[in-house]
């Protein structure tokens, strides 16, 4: 499970490949995909989330709408 923190608008995760990876990203644009993805623009792109390998500031989520509506919420 990768962790990614989220403060204000600046996200970052650990990478074992890359280490420390941050940039940042726009709450409006998050889009739903299906049930357990979503996608998170960034500055770096938009990235697609899969709910089942990451979580938000330590919470795991069961569907891409409650995760959203967390991050929404931030």
């Known amino acids: 499970m990768i962790d990614i923190t ?3 608008s600046q996200l ?3 990478s074992s490949v ?3 990876v941050a940039t940042n990203y726009n709450r409006i644009e998050i889009d739903f995909v ?3 993805s979503m ?3 960034t500055d770096q792109g938009v990235w697609l989330i899969n709910l089942e390998q990451y979580s938000f500031n330590g ?3 069961d569907d891409a709408i ?3 509506t967390y991050l929404n919420s931030l």
């Open 6 to 8: 989220i403060d204000a």
């Open 12 to 14: 970052s995760y650990t």
């Open 18 to 20: 890359i280490g420390e």
């Open 34 to 36: 299906d049930a357990k």
């Open 39 to 41: 996608h998170l623009p």
């Open 59 to 61: 919470n795991q989520f």
């Open 66 to 68: 409650e995760a959203i």
